[in-house]
């Protein structure tokens, strides 16, 4: 009887979504006719091209291109209201949609009226009855789940199901994060529609959604105000590669596409670092002392940079020497970031050079005809193209592999020990940059300034520079020289470091988007901070997951990173999420109860979902056997992924091993989509796999001074099953 009922409400369902489908293809297909129209007459979107509405469709049906079928469908809610308020269902999609005669069809569920969707709860039901979740797969609906909202209410509305959020939590997960959009939790909603003024926080435990609610949240800002978040950009920040690749396709699915998703080792647009150094290493390049250490690095005088100009002048010799030149330099120097001010080197010289002219038959000509007869010899411009070149922020970088250049910008500003670690990182050969070198080479892009010649624009600038027009220097011949040099140190430039491709004042992004930001380093935040200056912020974290370990010092630079460019503080509206969706309860108590002994000082949610499946805690007299049992064992119990973690120093050898075993090979197949991944502690930061196996938990706990807390975050990754694994 209740099959008979549901079938029914099913059938029902499927009329109305053929319907939303029906109008789609209809409202698209003339949106993209007048769009066609309009764009042959070069005026979309303005009079006489798409009236606001059509334009609003065709971007809608441009963005459900990329909407995943696989996802829940296109139509996922719908409420019912008492009688007296509504008579209508209200049904809520991923867009919104008008019928021909303009009357609603599809709430868009980031819609002011999509809100009592999420927030309608028993204690509060704000005049809804039942939400019901439509569960689909492409067009086809394949069944409802019913909350019933209001039990007071005089209604004969079926209820069906046994609750959308607990289906959702149980399924098998794959390696990508999936939209909630169907399930968003009131506590969740309102982090998710909160005012688009200052900054956001969203904090919470393990598994509490933070990642997935900043993405929606993501979403949100741009429908509420796509003009400014689209032109203006949004930048998501995110520990990791593998957790970014995690992530990516959750605003996809969304039908949103125009976010930046980067991983702290892409945020300088050029590069791409993946390499993590060491943890004592990444404590001294994350520390705020690197500031000084590279403004002390940037008046440097070039390495391997001519010495002493030499010229003979009518009666005359004129040599700039050390001094000399150090005197021009630290001039040059005071005029402003250092590559700013590559086009008043001539003239900087010049005047140098001018001032030792002494001999009678030269003091016959004025100033004017010595610059003349000097500004275009070739040798001169060679010799100030080279004495002082347009530098780039990652080349500067490598300047530090000479340990006394290390050790004239460190001293007073490193101890030796850290000295000592930073000689070490830097001085082992051609690698690409660390993720720890990449807030360096963005802190040395900013304080050398941006090249002249960039682009064509800017060598337009370069020629109209007053200064030089006064001197007569006005011409391309330095310019040509400087070109050449950038060339040649373009070609020998190594892999994986490659030059700024934007200019600094184009980092700005409209929205900033920090997720795990309580493992964000001080030059981190700095670096972050500069791309969100006059940015609305959404901040996601957990400070007991921190592996960051002096969180004073990061604390002062992201409140320095949150000011204003007029030095105001952002007005900050705090959320915190206090619920548990990822683990069982079984395998979050666990980790809870380590988290409390070892003082971790944790923010415990509420695990929401029992399995009856309690951790395992293995003793195995071979690591190697112990291990391919325990897989032996999870491979069977689960059907999605698994996730094998131990300490870092122990990577290569666990790979191997699962390498070996051919009844796992299918389960590595797939790269980033592979069943089986075998990680590091700090490598599972954001991510979850259906099973854990933890390999000898006090490596991990072991191997940084944050290894606690880098193993509270291991034991919080399984959704299902966990296996503790150490030999006895
Ligand atoms: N309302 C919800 N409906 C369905 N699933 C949800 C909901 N909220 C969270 N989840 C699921 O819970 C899991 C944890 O979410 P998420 O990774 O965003 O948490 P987190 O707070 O960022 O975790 P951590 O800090 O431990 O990395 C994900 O699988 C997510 O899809």
Redesign the pocket.
């Known amino acids: 009887m209740q099959d008979d009922v549901a079938a029914a409400e099913v059938a029902h369902e499927q009329e109305y979504v053929d319907t939303v489908y029906r109008q789609l293809i209809r409202s698209a297909a003339s949106a993209q006719r007048l769009a066609a129209e309009g764009h042959s007459r070069g005026r979309l979107g303005h009079e006489g091209g798409l009236v606001e509405r059509d334009a609003m469709v065709f971007q809608a049906a441009r963005r459900l291109a990329s909407l995943d079928a696989a996802h829940e469908g296109l139509v996922f809610g719908r409420i019912d209201m008492r009688a007296e308020i509504s008579g209508e269902p209200r049904y809520i999609g991923r867009i919104g949609l008008r019928d021909d005669n303009r009357d609603i069809l599809l709430v868009d569920w980031r819609a002011p009226a999509a809100a009592l969707f999420y927030q309608a709860t028993p204690a509060a039901p704000q005049g809804v009855v039942r939400r019901r979740i439509l569960r689909s797969q492409g067009e086809q609906v394949l069944g409802v789940e019913d909350d019933l909202i209001d039990a007071e209410a005089d209604t004969d509305l079926p209820i069906i199901g046994e609750g959308a959020?607990m289906a959702?939590?149980s399924r098998a997960r794959d390696r990508s994060?999936?939209s909630?959009v169907a399930?968003?939790?009131a506590e969740?909603d309102r982090a998710i529609r909160a005012p688009e003024r200052g900054v956001v926080t969203i904090s919470?435990g393990?598994?509490?959604?933070?990642?997935?609610?900043a993405l929606h949240r993501a979403a949100y800002l741009l429908y509420a105000d796509r003009r400014r978040y689209e032109t203006g950009g949004v930048l998501v920040v995110g520990p990791s590669g593998v957790f970014m690749r995690y992530i990516e396709r959750v605003l996809p699915s969304l039908g949103e596409t125009a976010v930046a998703l980067r991983s702290l080792g892409e945020v300088v647009d050029g590069l791409r670092a993946t390499r993590r150094d060491d943890p004592a290493v990444a404590e001294v390049k994350g520390s705020s002392r690197m500031v000084d250490l590279l403004s002390r690095l940037v008046r440097e005088p070039v390495p391997g940079g001519p010495e002493e100009l030499r010229w003979f002048y009518r009666d005359d010799v004129i040599v700039l020497g050390r001094r000399e030149l150090d005197g021009v330099r630290r001039q040059l120097l005071g005029g402003g970031p250092r590559n700013r001010t590559t086009t008043r080197v001539a003239s900087a010289l010049l005047d140098a050079m001018w001032r030792q002219v002494r001999g009678e038959r030269a003091l016959e000509r004025t100033k004017g005809d010595f610059v003349a007869e000097v500004r275009d010899d070739d040798r001169f411009l060679d010799f100030a193209a080279a004495w002082w070149p347009v530098l780039d922020a990652s080349g500067v970088l490598r300047w530090l592999r000479d340990p006394e250049v290390l050790h004239r910008a460190a001293a007073g500003v490193l101890d030796e020990e850290s000295e000592r670690l930073l000689a070490k990182s830097w001085s082992a050969g051609e690698q690409p940059a660390s993720v720890e070198d990449v807030p360096l080479v963005d802190e040395l892009r900013y304080l050398l300034g941006d090249p002249p010649l960039v682009d064509a624009d800017s060598m337009a600038d370069t020629l109209r520079d007053p200064e030089l027009e006064a001197l007569g220097l006005a011409d391309v011949a330095l310019q040509d020289t400087r070109a050449e040099l950038a060339e040649d140190r373009a070609e020998s430039r190594p892999r994986g470091w490659e030059a700024p491709t934007v200019r600094v004042e184009d980092d700005g992004y409209a929205h900033v988007l920090v997720d795990e930001a309580q493992d964000l380093t001080p030059m981190q935040w700095r670096m972050v901070g500069r791309r969100g200056r006059t940015a609305t912020w959404t901040i996601?974290g957990?400070p007991a997951?921190s592996s960051w370990p002096q969180p004073a010092e990061a604390e002062t630079a992201r409140e320095r990173a949150l000011l204003s460019p007029s030095g105001r503080t952002k007005e900050v509206h705090a959320f915190h999420?206090s619920k548990n969706?990822?683990n069982s309860a079984e395998i979050y108590d666990f980790a809870a109860d380590y988290a409390e002994r070892v003082g971790l000082a944790a923010d415990l949610p509420e695990a929401v979902r029992t399995t009856g499946e309690a951790p395992v805690e293995r003793v195995a007299t071979d690591l190697e056997t112990g291990l391919r049992e325990a897989l032996a064992e999870l491979r069977g119990r689960v059907e999605g992924t698994i996730g094998v973690v131990g300490a870092a120093a122990r990577q290569v050898e666990l790979r191997s091993w699962v390498a070996g075993w051919p009844e796992v090979a299918d389960d590595l197949a797939g790269g980033a989509e592979a069943r089986l991944a075998v990680l590091t502690g700090l490598e599972t930061?954001?991510l979850?796999f259906d099973a854990i196996v933890v390999v000898e938990p006090e490596e991990i706990e072991a191997e940084s001074p944050t290894g606690r807390a880098t193993l509270y975050?291991v034991l919080?990754r399984a959704t299902q099953l966990m296996t503790v694994l150490q030999t006895g």
């Open positions: 959020l959702q939590l994060m999936h909630i399930t968003i939790q969740q919470g393990p598994g509490t959604g933070k990642t997935v609610v996601v957990d997951q999420l969706y990822r930061k954001g979850e975050v919080t």
